[in-house]
């Protein structure tokens, strides 16, 4: 069972009927028709809003969105944004993919105009206590794994945010949850003014979407930005294990506390080289062994410390913790085993968007490696991976818009093919690959040069792998 110390939901439920009598009759332009700024529209019409949509993309290609915004009678624009989205406008919600130096926008801040994430414009609107989770990688798997922590704690859940699930579409069908679990992108953090979750953590920081944030003081200070409206009930969590984050000045008033595989913490979760154990004010004692935890890995074995350490400091019961742990199964995408051909494994880990997470898969394998990366670069640094490439990959497969780039930084390393098109990389590695060896998609890149997403991408690796086993049976 669960006990918490979040503060009243009564304040929660206070604020919240304020905003929504705020928000009633105003005017609100949602920038972005996928899935986050589509969920926002619905959410505020609910709420009384007059809402009005733009997005960049031609009107084909948004038909499913267009045709829904035009069920609930909002008004939109396809094909470029434009004068209109700023007229007699209220407030700009942000999906996470805009940029915020677009002109319009730039004419936004110089009018006045509020922009806000599509986090911080679900939040406004939201009475249920939320915990979340950002970093540069684990997001997704720790996010996963604290919905099924609560679920064995017997706590209503609704696991949403960067994960795929928009957080506005959460608010909007599961207002009476027990917790909103978050996955919290740093796009998403951009542009929050309230957003304050009452258990937060970060889970690493490494170099990643510098062609958004510019340096990587400037995405680490956004990724900060996670703990800065949070009130002293709240607590913040760090990784203890990560330089950036142990030396760090934490903004808000969250309580600190921490996960660490080296050793004890003052307050928080830790590995002792045999078990993991916990001390918080509520209490200390053993949660269980490493070999007990659902999925392996070192990586892992952090996820599931940082994933306990936000469940203990709300009030979830150690019992339901370890339940939780145990019972968990990793999600899609993140070096999930697809099938084996012909002696060869074939895993898909195209969650693995930048340096550090091909670093996590590949120190994870150990099997000969026929290495697939490459997309849309987000402005990171490959080379970091020579030396691992270098010692486990019998031959790198570079494709995409980043191809050359990759291939450049890592030359030297292994021997390297280009292959443009996505298909015929696939093949291609197929045809590098020896029994014994793993065939890994890890791209290290955005996935947006050709797929919708990185779920698209991965899927559609899956389906040329195991049409594999369709043409040797």
Wanted: net charge neutral; proline share 4%; hydrophobic share 40%.
């Amino acid at each position: 069972m669960m006990t918490t110390n979040m503060p009243a939901n009564e304040m929660i439920m206070a604020n919240q009927s304020e905003n929504t009598r705020h928000i009633a009759g105003k005017r609100a332009t949602v920038f972005g028709m996928a899935r986050a700024g589509l969920a926002c529209a619905l959410l505020y019409r609910r709420h009384g809003a007059d809402v009005f949509v733009t997005d960049r993309q031609p009107a084909d290609i948004l038909q499913q969105a267009t045709n829904i915004l035009e069920q609930e009678n909002i008004t939109f624009e396809t094909g470029g944004h434009t004068e209109r989205s700023l007229h007699k406008c209220d407030v700009i919600i942000l999906s996470p993919g805009v940029r915020l130096d677009l002109p319009l926008l730039r004419e936004a801040r110089t009018r006045g105009i509020p922009l806000i994430s599509e986090i911080e414009a679900a939040w406004v609107l939201s009475a249920v206590p939320v915990v979340a989770v950002t970093g540069s990688n684990g997001k997704t798997t720790t996010t996963t794994w604290l919905g099924e922590i609560y679920q064995a704690a017997g706590v209503v859940s609704d696991v949403a945010g960067n994960i795929g699930r928009p957080y506005a579409d959460a608010v909007l069908r599961n207002p009476a949850a027990g917790r909103h679990i978050l996955e919290i992108s740093s796009f998403q953090l951009e542009t929050i003014e309230t957003f304050a979750p009452h258990a937060a953590v970060i889970l690493n920081i490494s170099q990643d979407h510098l062609d958004r944030h510019g340096t990587p003081e400037c995405y680490a200070q956004t990724k900060l930005r996670l703990f800065a409206k949070q009130r002293a009930a709240d607590v913040a969590i760090i990784n203890h294990d990560d330089d950036y984050l142990r030396s760090a000045s934490l903004p808000g008033a969250g309580q600190p506390a921490a996960f660490s595989l080296a050793g004890p913490v003052g307050a928080g979760v830790w590995f002792d080289g045999r078990v993991l154990r916990y001390r918080l004010t509520t209490g200390e004692g053993e949660l269980l062994p490493a070999e007990e935890i659902g999925i392996p890995g070192r990586h892992n074995l952090a996820n599931a410390a940082a994933a306990a350490c936000v469940a203990l400091v709300d009030g979830v019961s150690p019992d339901a913790v370890c339940r939780g742990l145990r019972e968990f199964r990793g999600v899609e995408h993140r070096l999930e085993f697809v099938t084996e051909v012909d002696g060869v494994r074939y895993i898909n880990d195209s969650k693995g968007t930048n340096p550090d997470s091909v670093r996590v898969a590949l120190e994870a394998i150990r099997t000969p490696l026929v290495l697939i990366m490459g997309g849309l670069d987000k402005g990171t640094d490959y080379s970091v991976l020579f030396d691992l490439v270098k010692d486990n990959v019998r031959r790198l497969i570079c494709t995409g818009k980043a191809a050359e780039l990759i291939a450049r930084q890592l030359g030297g390393s292994t021997g390297i093919m280009i292959v443009r098109d996505f298909t015929e990389a696939v093949e291609a590695a197929r045809k590098a690959a020896q029994p014994g060896d793993t065939v890994l998609l890890s791209p290290g890149c955005a996935s947006f040069d050709r797929f919708k997403n990185y779920e698209e991408r991965g899927r559609v690796f899956k389906d040329i792998v195991r049409a594999f086993n369709r043409k040797t049976s």
